[in-house]
């Protein structure tokens, strides 16, 4: 979660985060009190008020402001936080604000009544703060209707959840360093409805998850940025500012300005419906040669010798069919043909198919994982499973196909996952930081002096095939690359055999 790190915070820290007031901690309290939240889950409550606090001051968001919350709440999806504690934090938030309504299934309330005891545990988020409950006191008063204060008011000067001008004394001095933008950084508007859209508009498209990830994630960096600017006010000058000081400020690589730029592309184009023109005088972040890390023949059967079932076929596949990872952790039983040795991948990256062929030397292992996923298989059909997760709307299309055998994954996670919601229990596959920390935990144990990845058996896969002599068109069609130059990078990671004199022909040997 986001940490104050600056020596010079004006704000009491504890833990690394901003410390709430007691003044704070008591109106607080007495709202929990009137929403009834139980005692065990108070804690929680007040800390995602002060990572709430700690997000604004980091990102220079409004926190008197409900709209400070939104990006608030994205940034917690980012990092994987679930569905209830997302709407928990959100409760805790508007608590601090003075105004619990606006969760999902809220039900307002004017008798002014707290909540019958049995009732409560309905779900929190179904009872709300009155807009103005006086019962509250001076030390919380709710907000009013437009720049209330809240929690976040009525307190003395220095007070460690005071931001007194709607935007934290770190914030200010963040946005003294930017460009002059125009903006009323105290609007705090809501990007719900972009954040919706840009999500419709990913899988619209059939971009894959970890698309609408990075996307979602610039987005907000842009949003934070422009300090919730009204969406139908940024325009190209705002974007040409965001990735200047990408590369100015931040020191951002290449490629990764240039996937702000693809993102904020997107956005424009498919969420907001237009385009922000041409980015004359965008400072560009220099683009760095990368040589990609290769390992020896013996260092990748030392990685491999370190690894422990099923990560050790996972890594086998890795580098003996140059798979991406999450080509690898997606694997079907029906993707793999046993009589022909092909292995295909479907929904690749760019959603391209490809087929690969099998090693010979591992047909052996291969038959053995496929006999332990056909006895779990069975075991999870007698426990009455849901079935596995598939791709698109297939299981609409096919009833049945979630529970047959060929469906299931090749790599299978240990545990079932529960659907929110509809109370199935389904299986997944193999998460990849799994593998990433076999890969590296094996990495070390086999003293191998280099930065080995899972990605760094593909980039082996290709360049052993390159030193055994084969043309770059068909290496090329094995990876999946869309273009030869993309392939052309793993020339620099075979010994130089050209001759460095050039000689005539009517001087080569006869």
């Known amino acids: 979660m986001c940490r104050i790190t600056r020596k010079n915070a004006r704000y009491p820290i ?49 926190p008197r402001n409900e709209g400070s919350l939104e990006p608030f709440l994205a940034k917690l999806a980012s990092k994987n936080q679930s569905e209830a504690r997302r709407r928990q934090a959100a409760l805790a938030v508007r608590l601090l604000l003075g105004r619990a309504s606006g969760l999902r299934g809220a039900e307002s309330t004017d008798s002014g009544e707290r909540p019958a005891q049995g009732a409560r545990r309905e779900g929190i988020g179904e009872w709300v703060v009155r807009e103005a409950d006086e019962s509250f006191g001076s030390a919380g008063k709710p907000m009013e209707a437009a720049g209330g204060r809240g929690l976040l008011g009525d307190t003395k000067r220095g007070d460690a959840a005071v931001f007194r001008a709607g935007v934290p004394t770190g914030a200010q001095k963040k ?209 009455g499973y849901a079935g596995t997760f598939l791709p698109g709307q297939l299981e609409k299309k096919y009833k049945n196909a979630a529970r047959e055998f060929i469906w299931q994954w090749f790599f299978p996670a240990a545990t079932l996952t529960s659907v929110g919601g509809t109370g199935e229990m389904r299986r997944y596959h193999l998460h990849d930081s799994h593998v990433q920390g076999a890969v590296k935990r094996a990495a070390g144990e086999a003293g191998i002096p280099k930065r080995v990845t899972p990605h760094t ?30 392939t052309m990078i793993y020339l620099q990671t075979v010994p130089d055999v050209t001759l460095k004199q050039a000689r005539s022909p009517l001087d080569l040997p006869a």
């Open 14 to 62: 504890q833990d690394g985060m901003i410390e709430l007031s007691n003044e704070t901690l008591v109106a607080l309290d007495r709202r929990m009190d009137w929403v009834g939240v139980e005692a065990g889950e108070r804690g929680d409550y007040r800390k995602w008020v002060r990572f709430y606090l700690d997000f604004c001051e980091k990102h220079g968001h409004p």
């Open 457 to 486: 058996f593909r980039h082996t896969f290709a360049s052993h095939l390159l030193m055994a002599g084969y043309d770059l068109q068909t290496i090329q069609k094995l990876l999946g690359h869309g273009d030869v130059k993309t």
């Open 175 to 383: 946005a003294s360093r930017l460009p002059a933008s125009g903006l009323d950084v105290g609007r705090g508007a809501s990007w719900a409805n972009e954040y919706r859209d840009l999500e419709g508009a990913i899988k619209m498209r059939n971009y894959s998850a970890k698309t609408f990830s990075a996307y979602r994630l610039w987005v907000q960096k842009f949003q934070a940025f422009v300090r919730s600017k009204p969406p139908g006010e940024i325009d190209g000058e705002d974007t040409k500012r965001f990735l200047t000081d990408l590369a100015v400020r931040q020191g951002v690589a290449g490629s990764t300005q240039n996937q702000a730029f693809n993102a904020l592309l997107f956005f424009f184009r498919h969420v907001l419906g237009r385009e922000f023109g041409k980015l004359d005088g965008v400072v560009r972040a220099k683009r760095r040669p990368y040589v990609p890390v290769v390992l020896s023949r013996a260092e990748v059967d030392a990685v491999l010798g370190q690894m422990d079932p099923p990560y050790r076929l996972v890594g086998t596949l890795l580098y003996g069919c140059g798979l991406r990872l999450m080509e690898c952790l997606e694997l079907r039983i029906h993707c793999l043909n046993l009589d022909a040795m092909l292995l295909t991948v479907h929904d690749g990256k760019g959603q391209k198919d490809r087929s690969v062929p099998l090693p010979k030397r591992i047909l052996s292992e291969i038959k053995g994982q496929m006999e332990a996923v056909r006895r779990l298989h069975k075991r999870d059909l007698s426990a």
